[in-house]
């Protein structure tokens, strides 16, 4: 549904999107994970055919972007980071008015701006001035204008920022639901978020392409090694001699844990394997007390500060993992 | 077509739901009023005078003051609208961009010259709403006015008051296309208005090549033959191409927003 090639914009000698490529195919959520000025918008933008690229070309529905400009705009529905509202209108007045500027059939339109109503949960607020609105309703008037028109592909910038918990949640559910029917991309710096909403995450860092996959397979993929947490009452020398000494176990980190005699034990070993049992045996076969003993894996969160703390992290990598 | 009357109807929704129009409105009809209560009371004087030194003298006078006071209406009018247009324009493109939806806009499947045409009409609409009033001026002196009204006068005037309007909204409109700021726009649009009026009255009483070709580029000067009730082609051209112009500058300006950091 959404092809981009090399795509690449710079303003002046200062690069914003740095030859990034990759496609979203029909009914996929894709987030575009990365941090403030990573280049999320600017992309965005490019695909809305609100700006031009430098070089590269992005293709929605089989149409160029900016070739075919006029078709594409009738395929996308856009939510700008912040939502592009007139006060002064009411709700439906105003997704009345999208709707025709995106082209709907004057006899269609009344249908489709209740169900973008109906979608957005805005039904009961329809004559209310837009001025008038929470911060998380005017969110979801942003997210019907998006859709009233009914287009194949969503894009949604940032569409959750500035709300408090309840309207987050509310908002993620919307979009959820609004998968399979359109194909959509939303930009996020929350990385949950991306893990929750998203069937496949673009790492985007400094205009270029960290990483692309599933939140799970990047999980694994970067996750290199395993890693078994424990806690244990003992001897430390005891204990990493204990440890050590298990087959597959490639570095063991102890530590005493405050305010108790109890350590901390971080094992790790190379990915693919599960130690738990013999890590356990091992210990309580040294007459060590165990007290817990689980397995943990590299959150998202991890990952993305390595992908994009960059050289800093490749060098860190080096020593840490593997 | 459909895209331009789309635009054309939210801007004309949204003129009338904000306090700025209705104050320029009344503004222009206050000072409108008062002009035209000030012309006309001169002129009435004027001619009493007139008649009872013909009297006197035992000549007939030939004061047509229904006449005079149109045309020195219309000189008045086409003045303070140089200077109340901008308040209508500075928001037409400024306002949009602030609240970022420019981007609602440039993202929709319309082209930049059915946006630009939606909202040029909608301005020109307002400023006919708010010339219409002084017609009742007209029609209250036609009730009492002897000799009786120059209709064809009128008409001409009201002719090249809305062809220069629509010229000042085309140029404010394009510099309200220019920032993002409704305060920098009404500015410029005032201090380019108040040039070209200056050009017109600094040019008006001298007679070299230069002040011809000022007063030729003067909009205001294509005025004087409407309020005398001479409609010439030649102004009528020099208008509408005007405005053809501004409005083709503001299609650009929001072409090149692509091409500008955003």
């Given at each position: ?141 942003g ?47 929350i990385?949950?978020e ?20 599933t ?20 001897e430390?020398e ?6 050590e ?35 356990a045996?091992?210990?309580?076969g ?12 590299l959150s ?5 500060l ?15 993992s593997? | 077509?459909k ?9 004309m ?108 009409f ?34 001409s ?29 009404g ?76």
């Amino acid at each position: 549904m959404i092809e981009v090639d090399h795509l690449t914009k710079s303003y002046g000698k200062n690069v914003a999107v740095n030859d990034i490529s990759f496609t979203v195919s029909k009914g996929e959520i894709l987030g575009f994970l990365g941090p403030n000025g990573a280049g999320k918008t600017t992309t965005m933008r490019i695909l809305t055919g609100y700006l031009p690229a430098t070089t590269g070309s992005a293709r929605i529905a089989g149409y160029d972007v900016f070739e075919q400009s006029m078709e594409v705009r009738r395929r996308i529905g856009y939510l700008p980071e912040s939502p592009p509202l007139y006060p002064e209108m009411n709700v439906q007045a105003y997704l009345e008015f999208v709707a025709r500027i995106k082209g709907v059939a004057g006899a269609d339109i009344p249908n489709r701006v209740d169900r973008a109503m109906e979608m957005a949960t805005l039904k009961d607020r329809r004559d209310e001035l837009i001025k008038r609105l929470s911060r998380g309703y005017k969110q979801r008037v942003g997210i019907a204008q998006a859709i009233v028109h009914n287009p194949d592909v969503v894009i949604l910038d940032e569409p959750t920022v500035g709300l408090d918990p309840k309207q987050i949640i509310e908002v993620r559910k919307l979009i959820k639901g609004l998968a399979g029917e359109h194909t959509i991309i939303l930009s996020t710096h929350i990385l949950p978020e991306a893990s929750q909403t998203c069937d496949r995450v673009v790492i985007i860092n400094r205009g270029r392409i960290a990483a692309v996959d599933t939140p799970e397979n990047l999980t694994t993929q970067l996750k290199g090694s395993e890693r078994v947490q424990m806690e244990v009452r003992g001897e430390e020398e005891t204990l990493r001699e204990a440890l050590e000494q298990v087959d597959g176990v490639t570095k063991v980190d102890i530590e005493p844990i405050e305010s108790s005699d109890h350590l901390k034990a971080i094992v790790e070993s190379e990915s693919g394997t599960d130690l738990r049992g013999k890590l356990a045996a091992a210990t309580i076969g040294k007459g060590l007390e165990l007290f817990e003993l689980k397995a943990v894996s590299l959150s998202l969160e991890d990952i993305f500060l390595q992908l994009t703390t960059e050289e800093t992290a490749q060098a860190q990598e080096a020593t840490v993992s593997v | 077509m459909k895209g331009i009357i789309a635009v054309y109807r939210r801007e004309m929704g949204s003129y009338f739901v904000s306090p700025i129009a209705y104050i320029v409105i009344g503004l222009f009809l206050l000072v409108c009023g008062w002009f035209f209560y000030r012309i006309l009371t001169f002129f009435i004087a004027q001619s009493v005078t007139a008649q009872m030194r013909a009297m006197q003298m035992g000549a007939p006078p030939a004061m047509d003051v229904p006449g005079l006071v149109i045309q020195n209406f219309f000189g008045i009018v086409s003045t303070i609208i140089l200077f109340l247009l901008p308040m209508l324009t500075m928001g037409i493109y400024a306002e949009e961009r602030k609240r970022g939806t420019m981007e609602l806009l440039m993202t929709s499947p319309l082209t930049e010259l059915q946006i630009v045409l939606g909202k040029f009409f909608a301005a020109l609409t307002l400023f006919l709403v708010m010339l219409a009033p002084t017609l009742i001026y007209q029609i209250i002196m036609s009730a009492y006015a002897e000799p009786s009204i120059p209709w064809a006068v009128l008409w001409s005037g009201y002719l090249g008051l809305v062809l220069l309007g629509s010229v000042l909204v085309a140029l404010g409109s394009f510099i309200s296309s220019l920032t993002e700021s409704q305060i920098i726009a009404g500015v410029a649009t005032f201090a380019v208005f108040l040039l070209l009026w200056v050009l017109d009255f600094g040019a008006r009483d001298s007679s070299s090549t230069w002040s011809d070709i000022v007063q030729y580029l003067s909009i205001l000067r294509h005025y004087d033959d409407f309020s005398r009730g001479v409609i010439d082609t030649a102004n009528v051209i020099f208008y509408v191409s005007l405005a053809a112009v501004g409005v083709f500058l503001t299609q650009r300006s929001l072409d090149s927003m692509r091409w500008r950091r955003a």
